[in-house]
């Protein structure tokens, strides 16, 4: 009952907040039309998409593209502050850090875009099948995590959700092959491209070895940007999954620095 209170004062505010939002980029550009094209019976590779992300990622937005535009980009950003809020929470850090971690440009850069970023950062909080899938919807984000899942099922000999969650994957990978989901590169040589691709794959597979082989499940997720030849700068928010007030404050510093050192090289 609480919950279906929660959910229509958010929705009835997000009516009157959405008017006033600018047009988050990812929102606007990709997500929000590919997700209505779905929802009426296309495709969402449909000519000219931007959309390289597997057809699920269209199922989960869907809910939020009923909607007008801007009252589901209001709607995805209050999901979006309560994903990374999850995350963070989930990967241990105390509350206390957790308003600083929000001011961090990954997270307020994130939440403006419009992106799909939050829901795959928090994907080691769900139950392992669903977090695998949710995982693989961004492996900038998620490829990290998902092949610690695969370890761990070996480990325990999962084998039957193991197979289960290749499957829905894969299937869902296959149809959005079928409907024309394209591998362009395209984003590779943007500006906004922050990869330390090929120099970081080294200390990437490094780091992802230490965190299979210590059971680091959230730490894994360090290492998916390190693999990626294409991410842009809030993808880096999973270098806020270490619980240390030291590193936390300093990785703090320095993603501003970063940040708008990178910025403004690309004016």
């Not at 039309?33 to 929802?39: C, D, S, V």
């Not at 850090?93 to 440009?105: A, C, D, N, T, V």
């Not at 809030?234 to 007030?245: E, G, K, M, Q």
Request: hydrophobic letters at 55%; aromatic letters at 18%; a positive charge.
């Amino acid at each position: 009952m609480i919950m279906t209170v929660i959910v229509f004062v958010v929705i009835i505010f997000s009516f009157i907040f959405g008017e006033y939002l600018p047009p988050a980029y990812d929102w606007h550009h990709t997500y929000f039309p590919a997700a209505r094209a779905l929802l009426n019976g296309g495709t969402p590779y449909y000519p000219g998409s931007p959309l390289e992300n597997p057809i699920w990622v269209c199922l989960f937005l869907a809910p939020f593209a009923v909607f007008p535009e801007p009252v589901g980009q209001a709607l995805l950003l209050f999901a979006s502050v309560a994903a990374y809020y999850a995350g963070l929470h989930g990967a241990g850090l105390p509350r206390k850090w957790i308003p600083l971690i929000f001011l961090s440009p990954q997270v307020l850069y994130g939440i403006s875009m419009g992106t799909i970023d939050s829901f795959v950062f928090m994907a080691p909080a769900l139950h392992p099948i669903l977090g695998f899938v949710v995982a693989l919807s961004k492996p900038q984000i998620g490829i990290g995590f998902a092949v610690f899942l695969l370890v761990e099922w070996v480990r325990e000999g999962k084998y039957r959700e193991m197979l289960l969650a290749l499957a829905l994957a894969g299937g869902g990978i296959l149809i959005s092959l079928w409907l024309g989901m394209p591998f362009s590169g395209r984003l590779i040589s943007s500006p906004w491209n922050t990869s330390l691709y090929p120099y970081s794959i080294l200390p990437g597979l490094i780091l992802l070895f230490l965190a299979v082989s210590k059971r680091w499940k959230w730490k894994s997720m360090i290492a998916s940007p390190m693999l990626s030849p294409y991410l842009t700068f809030h993808s880096w928010v999973v270098l806020f999954t270490v619980n240390n007030p030291y590193y936390l404050t300093g990785m703090f510093v320095f993603s501003w620095a970063a940040y708008l050192t990178w910025h403004f090289l690309n004016l």
